[in-house]
């Protein structure tokens, strides 16, 4: 008899339904339950599961970790993917694998390399990786000296926080004053340099930015399968224009990608982002979990996460080479399914007022129409 894997994700992207179905769509049919956990109720992530948590509000990371150990332990978790919190996590391995559960993350040191982009660029140049100008800025004065100079050298200059993930906090200078020209259309990313520069002023408190180029398209996102060995099993890029997706095994950006994830022992699942600065490839960020679109990859033939789980469970899955490299192609959204809610103040039949959870636990929601719950789905007293 196959024996059953249990998953589980914590607070994660929506798109990682994706991975939830790859998994369960594993080449070997090997049966595979998921558990989620989210501190939203309507995230998608919560109704692809077999089961879920509402997280608790305010935890510490340390706090985080108990409460992690907690559910690893009571769910009987395999495999933790764990994307809130992920460097303290990885920090206590030894602990989770006492309680029965790999963790599919890298090394905590790997982690916190790549935590701070400024950190990263000059841990990388080391390496010989090429990483555009940056600057550091805190002030309002540090951002002027740093836009003139690359402004000097013919570049567009943008900012984004030093630390923080996706596009959040990303933004192009323009020296075009605020005018009805930012209100028409769609918000954009520019932004008039003189409005940040007020807006610093009147803060009265120091920022933490990273101030580069805008770096020019193609942008290339190579996904990268690392076993726990430090051998690299997958390293396949994403390339985006626009619009426009596809894929590619470009040594320009497949060869640094793979020196990287070797060099700092990205284990497991990782996305490492290039894009053009002149004619040239330079690292734009790393990534140290699976990224939003690696489910794209089963264009290509390969089933990632599956093969994620497989090096996390101590077997071999061997090299992951495309079968294919696929016609391009767009994204599109569509609708997911939510869970129904079954906390008490969203009922409109009870007062909202919202009672402490019971033993400590966060409100469980209902199971999925057609989902067996799972043993720890115990009703919470109200």
């Known amino acids: 008899m196959v024996s059953r894997v249990r998953v589980w994700l914590n607070r994660t992207y929506a798109e990682n339904v994706f991975f939830m179905d790859q998994l369960r769509s594993n080449p070997q049919a090997r049966p595979v339950e998921i558990h989620a956990t989210h501190g939203d109720p309507d995230s998608p992530v919560l109704a692809a599961a077999d089961t879920a948590d509402l997280e608790p509000e305010g935890l510490s990371p340390a706090a985080y970790v108990e409460f992690a150990l907690d559910q690893c332990q009571r769910r009987g978790i395999d495999v933790f993917v764990p994307r809130l919190h992920q460097a303290t996590i990885a920090?206590?391995?030894?602990?989770?694998?006492?309680?029965?559960?790999?963790?599919?993350?890298?090394?905590?040191?790997?982690?916190?390399?790549?935590?701070?982009?400024?950190?990263?660029?000059?841990?990388?140049?080391?390496?010989?990786?090429?990483?555009?100008?940056?600057?550091?800025?805190?002030?309002?004065?540090?951002l002027v000296a740093a836009v003139e100079e690359l402004e000097a050298g013919g570049h567009k200059a943008c900012f984004k926080p030093a630390a923080g993930a996706g596009g959040v906090g990303f933004r192009v200078v323009t020296r075009a004053p605020f005018s009805l020209t930012h209100l028409n259309g769609f918000p954009g990313p520019h932004v008039p340099l003189d409005v940040v520069l007020d807006a610093l002023r009147d803060a009265g408190e120091t920022v933490d930015w990273l101030v580069m180029p805008r770096l020019e398209q193609p942008e290339v996102s190579v996904d990268c399968l690392v076993a726990p060995d430090g051998r690299v099993r997958m390293a396949v890029g994403r390339t985006k224009n626009g619009r426009r997706r596809g894929f590619t095994l470009g040594p320009a950006w497949i060869e640094p990608a793979r020196r990287l994830a070797e060099a700092f022992g990205l284990h497991y699942l990782s996305n490492i982002q290039f894009r053009m600065y002149g004619d040239d490839p330079v690292l734009?960020?790393?990534?140290?979990?699976?990224?939003?679109?690696?489910?794209?990859?089963?264009?290509?033939?390969?089933?990632?996460?599956?093969?994620?789980?497989?090096?996390?469970?101590?077997?071999?899955?061997?090299?992951?080479?495309?079968?294919?490299?696929?016609?391009?192609?767009?994204?599109?959204?569509?609708?997911?399914?939510?869970?129904?809610?079954?906390?008490?103040?969203?009922?409109?039949?009870?007062?909202?007022?919202?009672?402490?959870?019971?033993?400590?636990r966060p409100f469980a929601?209902?199971?999925?129409?057609?989902?067996?719950?799972?043993?720890?789905?115990?009703?919470?007293?109200?």
């Open 91 to 142: 920090a206590h391995r030894e602990e989770f694998r006492a309680v029965g559960t790999t963790l599919l993350a890298p090394p905590a040191e790997a982690v916190h390399v790549f935590e701070d982009k400024v950190t990263a660029y000059q841990a990388v140049e080391a390496l010989g990786v090429p990483v555009p100008p940056y600057h550091r800025v805190r002030d309002a004065d540090e």
């Open 284 to 360: 734009m960020d790393v990534n140290t979990r699976p990224a939003g679109g690696l489910h794209q990859l089963s264009l290509c033939g390969l089933n990632a996460p599956w093969a994620a789980v497989q090096l996390a469970l101590g077997e071999d899955p061997g090299d992951l080479l495309p079968a294919r490299l696929g016609a391009d192609y767009t994204v599109v959204s569509g609708p997911r399914a939510v869970r129904p809610v079954s906390l008490p103040h969203q009922r409109p039949d009870v007062p909202a007022t919202t009672p402490e959870p019971a033993e400590g």
């Open 365 to 382: 929601l209902a199971p999925a129409p057609g989902v067996r719950p799972h043993p720890a789905d115990r009703p919470l007293a109200v």
